[in-house]
């Protein structure tokens, strides 16, 4: 996983405070000690593996979206079925989170430590064997410090260098050739076992946490997204008008590099649980809407098993998605089209609409139907990246509002493989807002307004 967002020391406390909270004997030890020993293996000691070079780029994703398609009509989208598919770090979170799940692991090690101490009091005399010496300082800083540093070493070394990659292909050539880097840096957090004898329970409790104490946040919109799509279901199944949409079939699926999607839909459903709703129904349907929410990630390898967790960062029999080309692969095992075996649409398959931040995207955001990139003002270091990148291929990036202008004064978007730009997820979520929803919701506004002013006369008259 690229880390884009470097945890300070700070923030690594904060992921970790419900250890703190929860078991005193931790706050003593701390107070012995400037560096508690945790039971974990020194990344540096691990043995290295020289980088690769070229891959091949994918070939698979062809049905979903040709770079000289058209992109389908504001229209469509509004009246079609619509799987969805959202990022995870840095698109429906405001940042990366994978820092937050380090915590996890290393405060699992802590407790263990107090545990095996049996002793309120750790004297600083406890120390672990050689072969577990503690990692200096920050130990998350660390893990991306040599993430970071075997990143530099790759680039310098490819080619074409980034200035000269002028095709989609260059660009997709290149994100794959990143795989390698990836998966040393997964076998460093492996090796060292930051993750081995975690529990789910462990999981949840943290997810749960970083949410509560606000250190991980969803994107302003994410309520507005999911309750949007399952709108047309719910009014059908309450009596929708005849001119309701008939887009009932509408899915949402989160497809991420994160190491544990149990972590992510904890945290989702946490944030369902502690946002504040107009209504109390409001909040139970957005927790039906991220019950229904199919997470495609990464898994920590046994975390149900009763000794716990052996450590790996995928489980057995399944690949990792660690890079675009991975995301790509899993974009198209889960979207693929209901035609015929040769990958033939047909008119009413679901509208596939991808949003992602980084370049683990750029693969998915080139072959959904309608790709849609997030960009805070100012951009951050990876959003930044992806921009960069598009902009040096020729690919057009536009802001979403102009997705519903008449397309007659732009007749090269009938062949030009178009991208779109949202600041938050509200913006996202108004490409699929009909006007029927429209008038549903002032609809219900204009009744609230009546009920708290009193006005019976025009509850009549209605």
């Not at 909040?283 to 991220?290: D, Q, Y």
């Not at 495609?296 to 000794?307: K, M, T, Y």
């Not at 052996?310 to 057995?316: Q, T």
């Amino acid at each position: 996983m690229a880390f884009r967002y470097k945890a300070t020391t700070s923030e690594f406390e904060i992921a970790s405070s419900f250890y703190q909270t929860r078991h005193p004997a931790a706050r003593t030890a701390r107070a012995c000690s400037a560096t508690s020993p945790i039971t974990i293996r020194p990344l540096k000691n691990l043995p290295s593996r020289a980088l690769s070079t070229h891959l091949q780029p994918p070939s698979h994703c062809t049905h979903l979206h040709s770079p000289t398609m058209a992109t389908p009509t504001l229209s469509r989208l509004r009246t079609s079925p619509i799987h969805l598919f959202l990022d995870f770090d840095g698109t429906l979170t405001k940042r990366d989170t994978l820092h937050f799940l380090g915590a996890i692991g290393f405060s699992h090690h802590r407790s263990q430590r107090l545990n095996q101490a049996n002793d309120a009091t750790m004297h600083e005399s406890y120390l672990p064997g050689s072969q577990d010496a503690p990692l200096p300082g920050d130990p998350w800083a660390e893990v991306v410090q040599l993430y970071a540093d075997d990143y530099k070493v790759h680039e310098a070394a490819y080619k074409p260098a980034r200035s000269e990659r002028s095709s989609v292909a260059d660009e997709v050539a290149w994100l794959a050739s990143l795989e390698e880097v990836e998966n040393r840096s997964v076998r460093r957090v492996e090796g060292a076992g930051l993750f081995r004898g975690l529990a789910e329970s462990e999981i949840d409790e943290g997810a749960k946490r970083v949410v509560e104490i606000g250190g991980l946040e969803l994107r302003e919109g994410w309520a507005e997204v999911l309750l949007g799509l399952r709108q047309p279901r719910l009014e059908l199944e309450n009596g929708a008008s005849e001119d309701a949409p008939k887009n009932t079939e509408n899915k949402i699926s989160i497809l991420s590099v994160n190491w544990s999607g149990r972590f992510v839909k904890t945290a989702m459903m946490q944030a369902a649980s502690t946002t504040d709703a107009r209504h109390g129904r409001e909040k139970t349907e957005l927790k039906r809407a991220v019950r229904d929410i199919e997470v495609i990630a990464n898994e920590i390898e046994g975390l149900e098993d009763e000794g716990g967790s052996s450590g790996h960062l995928n489980k057995k029999g399944e690949n990792g998605i660690r890079t675009s080309r991975d995301k790509s692969r899993e974009l198209y095992r889960h979207s693929k089209p209901s035609g015929d075996r040769n990958g033939i649409e047909k008119a009413d398959d679901p509208v596939v609409v991808y949003v992602g931040d980084s370049t683990t995207d750029f693969e998915c955001l080139l072959e959904a139907g309608v790709g849609v990139c997030i960009r805070d003002d100012p951009m951050g270091s990876g959003q930044q990246e992806l921009a960069d990148a598009f902009e040096r291929l020729g690919v057009r990036v536009q802001h979403v509002s102009a997705l519903g202008e008449p397309s007659r004064d732009r007749p090269h978007e009938q062949t030009e493989r178009m991208l779109w730009w949202a600041k938050d997820l509200k913006e996202v979520a108004g490409l699929f807002r009909t006007e029927h929803a429209s008038r549903t919701f002032g609809a219900s506004v204009k009744l609230g307004l009546q009920l708290l002013s009193g006005d019976m006369k025009a509850l009549e008259e209605e």
